[in-house]
């Protein structure tokens, strides 16, 4: 583990919330830090928190004054972790570290969201100077200090050095029930259960995985904002009301952070008004380009994900908000509906049931692009072992990933979330129920783009006939591009020579 010379074993380079915290975390683990930002004002804010929080206790975190310094204090090959935003700053600290003298053997693990082709670039732009590994990280400020979801890739021989730092800095799960074991208490890290850090394949699988983490986050995130809008604006609920109906969910199947979160989001009152802080708060979303990412990276594939899609397309709506000041006073909607209790309670019961469906078909989505991107890139991702790290520490931890990791240790080769047997025979048994709250928000005007785009999804992949064979037929009207027929080997194609007078059918290759 830990080196007995002077020398300190990891440098951690950017000193935001997200690298301050993860020295902090690596340090309660035991081990020494260098670390380094070009705002010395947080070199100094790093190093006066760490004696707050271990005082009395020898320090385990050096400030260092620049690069060359950080690189002289470090063991080799030295690990350097990298925390800055996406993009050129990434580019930027790995020129420093070049000018400042790294060495070949040395590993720099990139922990932003840096787009994943962007990783496969880097790795090989930078072979002769170092070794470009990354990291992505997942679970925000509080995963980074306490225990994140790690989604490590690239050269296999720096994994071997990476891998004892990051197992014991990862969250951690219970073996026996799934569920994560959580502490959050500097200097008393957890240190049993299983980490939530594997590693995930060659450059680009890391954060290719975590850019489907996040298309997931996003739709996971609209979905129960979907869910609060119907019971907000649709039953008129206030929102304490929907926090205990969120709260009552989070007990059950559909218990998560992000749901977690929600219901105490909802709960807080606005210091200024004391009103509910969630009705002060302007609606426009932002979003940093993870999730767009994901849906270009499905449209580019040809593999559905149209409720992770649906999420961003839902962020861009809410930014035009001028817009839809304009809108909402010339376009007709439906009359509201009046509800007694009852349809009430069963339109509460309904919209738990799509909430769910809908976020198993979210998952699928998911999982379903990193098998197809993994076949294209030739990786061999390991899809029970991703949804293991998922279960503690990052943003869309949640109870059924449990139920995703038994599906996949059943079947390692599982093509399609939804043909594992407890998912097939839940949304079997729950899409009456998913389509009713789907008919109340369209009856009610409430538009629910995840909760029903994940409907669509739903039906689309268990119709065995859809109109395609009508769009073959229009493609071949107008452009002779051809169709295969039904009763005809596949690969054979064949043409009608529409603008002629008498139609004639030919087999074109
Ligand atoms: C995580 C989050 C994290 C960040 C997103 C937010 O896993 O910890 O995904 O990476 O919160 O980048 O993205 P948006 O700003 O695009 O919502």
Same mark, same amino acid.
């Given at each position: 583990m830990q080196n007995h010379n002077n020398l300190n074993d990891i440098g951690v380079i950017g000193l935001g919330v997200m690298g301050k915290n993860l020295a902090l975390n690596i340090a309660d683990h035991h081990y020494r830090v260098s670390a380094f930002d070009l705002d010395p004002v947080k070199v100094q804010g790093l190093v006066t928190q760490e004696q707050q929080e271990r005082a009395g206790q020898a320090s385990r975190i050096l400030g260092c004054a620049d690069l060359r310094h950080m690189l002289d204090t470090l063991q080799k090959p030295r690990i350097l972790v990298v925390s800055v935003p996406a993009g050129a700053a990434v580019d930027g600290v790995c020129s420093a570290l070049i000018a400042a003298g790294i060495e070949t053997d040395d590993i720099v693990i990139d922990t932003g969201n840096s787009l994943w082709t962007d990783t496969i670039a880097r790795e090989a732009r930078y072979q002769h100077q170092f070794i470009f590994f990354s990291s992505a990280v997942s679970g925000g400020e509080v995963g980074a200090r306490f225990g994140p979801s790690l989604m490590p890739s690239g050269d296999p021989k720096a994994w071997q050095h990476v891998a004892p730092i990051w197992h014991a800095i990862a969250a951690k799960v219970d073996a026996k029930t799934g569920l994560p074991i959580e502490r959050f208490e500097p200097g008393n890290p957890?240190?049993? $259960?299983? #980490?939530?850090?594997?590693?995930?394949?060659?450059?680009?699988a890391g954060h290719y995985v975590k850019m489907v983490h996040n298309g997931i986050e996003y739709a996971d995130m609209q979905l129960i904002c979907e869910a609060y809008q119907l019971l907000h604006?649709?039953?008129?609920?206030?929102a304490l009301e929907v926090a205990a109906v969120f709260e009552r969910w989070n007990q059950g199947r559909l218990n998560s952070y992000l749901l977690g979160i929600s219901s105490e989001v909802l709960k807080q009152a606005d210091?200024?008004? $004391?009103? #509910?802080l969630v009705d002060m708060i302007l609606d426009t979303a932002g979003q940093k380009g993870t999730g767009l990412w994901t849906a270009v990276s499905s449209l580019q594939l040809g593999c559905p994900a149209p409720t992770i899609a649906e999420a961003v397309y839902a962020r861009a709506v809410s930014t035009q908000k001028s817009l839809r000041g304009l809108l909402s006073q010339q376009l007709q909607g439906p009359r509201a509906l009046t509800l007694t209790t009852s349809q009430q309670a069963d339109l509460i019961n309904a919209l738990e049931s799509a909430l769910y469906c809908a976020k198993v078909c979210c998952y699928a989505q998911g999982f379903q692009l990193m098998a197809m991107t993994a076949k294209e890139q030739h990786w061999q991702l390991d899809f029970g072992q991703i949804a293991k790290i998922w279960r503690a520490g990052c943003i869309i931890r949640a109870g059924f990933l449990q139920s995703i990791t038994q599906a996949y240790a059943a079947d390692?080769?599982?093509?399609?979330?939804?043909?594992?047997e407890g998912f097939t025979q839940e949304l079997s048994e729950q899409q009456p129920l998913w389509r009713q709250a789907v008919v109340a928000a369209v009856m009610q005007g409430i538009a629910v783009p995840c909760i029903s785009s994940a409907l669509a999804y739903y039906d689309s992949y268990r119709c065995d006939t859809l109109p395609a064979n009508l769009l073959q037929a229009q493609r071949d009207y107008f452009g002779a591009h051809s169709f295969e027929r039904i009763d005809r080997p596949a690969g054979e194609h064949y043409h009608l020579d529409w603008p002629a007078a008498e139609r004639t059918l030919s087999r074109i290759r």
């Open positions: 957890v240190t049993e $259960g299983e #980490p939530c850090a594997a590693y995930i394949g060659p450059a680009g604006a649709g039953l008129g609920m206030s210091p200024l008004t $004391g009103k #509910p390692p080769e599982l093509s399609h979330l939804l043909l594992a």
